[in-house]
């Protein structure tokens, strides 16, 4: 959850994908994905976190926790 926080500050989507595959994978739920985004945001700017949320979507979507 912090390397998805700390990725959003850095704006690595590709990493951020990685990230969050591993936290669903490790049991992280869609709701903790998406406070830890949504915390970083605040913090780290609106472009940023946009684009990390983008990121995350991909791959929930893929994996078929969110539709």
């Known amino acids: 959850?912090?390397?998805?926080?700390?990725?959003?500050?850095l704006n690595r989507a590709p990493e951020?994908?990685?990230?969050?595959?591993g936290a669903i994978n490790n049991g992280a739920s869609?709701?903790?994905?998406?406070?830890?985004?949504?915390h970083a945001t605040v913090y780290c700017d609106i472009p940023a976190g946009?684009?990390?949320?983008?990121?995350a979507n991909e791959v929930l979507k893929e994996m078929g926790k969110i539709s």
């Open 1 to 9: 959850m912090l390397n998805l926080a700390m990725l959003t500050a």
């Open 30 to 38: 869609v709701e903790e994905i998406k406070e830890v985004l949504l």
């Open 16 to 21: 951020i994908k990685l990230h969050t595959r």
């Open 50 to 55: 946009l684009d990390a949320f983008k990121a």
